[in-house]
């Protein structure tokens, strides 16, 4: 197995192979092991320092990468556009290189544009980790739902997976869809037209229109929220018929012929794309997601790290 990583920044799944992602889901064994040890933290990282960028709303994603990195023993500052001179004008390349001038070696952005983080790593001198840009990619999220996934069933490889809801708007989705054909699994996407990007097929997924059809053929379903933030226009007739159609619940999960693994990336809207008393079931990971995402960030952090030339 490789023993680093093939680039220089976590940029989306789409510029890694599957090396890559087997590297990172070994370091993450590691790391969670550490992690749930008495003393949770190892001194790998005390000589870098790394700026947390946020110029999006985040809970999961903000704090786990905050505490991965402390959990490593590097230096942090935290960054939220909200309150900073972001508002006063100042442009994403002013911003960072200031930030960087004070000897930061990583930077952990979270941006509503699209290609935010490629433009950074083309322009800053410091290694990149893309937490979710625009509905582009969200490689963390991906990389922590499979490593989920092969913990709960043993192996990516050969698992039926569907990927349900707001897939045109979802960074989740499409970084899913790559991280899991590079392992072997099978996808499909479930949701309504409007809902659904037209060349989606192009990436080797199909789609199904029907939930309990996609239910019945899964082995996992990824539910996903609705992002209506991101819709100038109402995509979809009402709240009321996404539900009928494509909302999860208990009833539904007991009429299938078999028991599914059921995951959510979260935020939940509760009541809409999935019932609270499927989120919590003992067939939804949704908090084993969140905890691996931890491991699995401390794995990405160490791994681009140890590419930083001293
Ligand atoms: N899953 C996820 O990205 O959640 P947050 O937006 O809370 O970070």
């Known amino acids: 197995m490789r023993s680093e990583l093939s680039v220089d920044h ?4 789409k510029y890694l192979d599957k090396e890559d992602i087997e590297l990172i889901f070994k370091t993450a064994d590691h790391f969670k092991e550490v992690i749930n040890r008495p003393i ?12 947390n960028l946020f110029f999006e709303n985040s809970t999961r994603t903000r704090l786990s990468f905050e505490l991965a990195e402390k959990r490593l023993s590097a230096d942090i500052i935290n960054f939220s556009a909200a309150s900073s001179s972001v508002k006063k004008g100042e442009t994403l390349i002013d911003t960072v290189n200031n930030i960087l001038s004070m000897k930061v ?6 941006h509503p544009n699209p290609g935010a983080g490629i433009f950074l790593s083309k322009h800053v001198n410091a290694r990149i980790i893309n937490a979710g840009d625009g509905a582009h990619e969200h490689p963390t ?10 913990e709960k069933l043993g192996s990516v490889n050969g ?21 899991l054909k590079l392992l072997g699994a099978e996808v499909k996407v479930c949701g309504p037209k409007t809902l659904i990007p037209k060349h989606i097929e192009s990436l080797g997924v199909k789609v199904e229109g029907n939930l309990k059809a996609a239910l019945e053929w899964c082995d996992v379903a990824n539910m996903l929220r609705v992002q209506n933030e ?5 995509y979809f007739p009402s709240t009321r018929e996404y539900i009928q159609q494509y909302g999860l619940n208990r009833k539904i999960l007991e009429n299938l012929n ?3 693994v059921v995951m959510h990336p979260g935020p939940i809207n509760r009541g809409v794309e999935i019932t609270s008393d499927v989120a919590d079931s003992k067939q939804a ?3 084993d997601q969140v905890q691996n995402g931890v491991a699995v960030r401390m794995a990405v952090i160490y791994l681009l790290a140890s590419k930083i030339e001293q």
Do not use: W
Not at 10 to 13: D, E, H, S
Not at 141 to 150: E, F, K, N, P, V
Not at 159 to 179: E, M, P, Q
């Open 230 to 234: 991101r819709m100038d226009i109402s």
């Open 40 to 51: 949770k933290k190892v001194p790998s990282l005390r000589d870098i320092t790394i700026a």
């Open 285 to 287: 990971i949704i908090l």
């Open 258 to 260: 078999k028991e599914i």
């Open 105 to 110: 070696d990583m930077v952990v952005m979270r």
């Open 10 to 13: 976590l940029l989306g799944i």
């Open 159 to 179: 698992k039926k997976v569907v990927i349900v809801g707001d897939i045109l708007h979802s960074r989740v989705a499409l970084s899913n869809i790559f991280a």
């Open 141 to 150: 999220q991906a990389l922590l739902d499979c490593y989920s996934i092969r």
